[in-house]
């Protein structure tokens, strides 16, 4: 792996990139709380812990479905 790799996953990614990067899952529901998450740059720091929260349930609503 070269550095911006290695920098990518462990989540010191330079700011912009992910966005760029990221295509669809193919998964509705994963795409909308991805999309969700992309909404905490620029957002003040008081608003991260929600919009983790927020992706955070949807994608474990997401897993709960396809288990059972």
């Not at 920098?7 to 990614?13: F, I, K, P, V």
């Not at 957002?43 to 919009?51: E, F, G, N, R, T």
């Amino acid at each position: 792996m070269n550095g911006s790799d290695e920098d990518a996953c462990d989540g010191n990614a330079p700011a912009g990139t992910l966005d760029q990067e990221r295509s669809a899952t193919g998964d509705d529901a994963v795409d909308a709380a991805l999309t969700r998450l992309e909404t905490i740059d620029g957002a003040p720091l008081s608003q991260h812990v929600a919009v983790f929260d927020a992706v955070h349930a949807a994608l474990q609503d997401r897993l709960a479905d396809t288990e059972g």
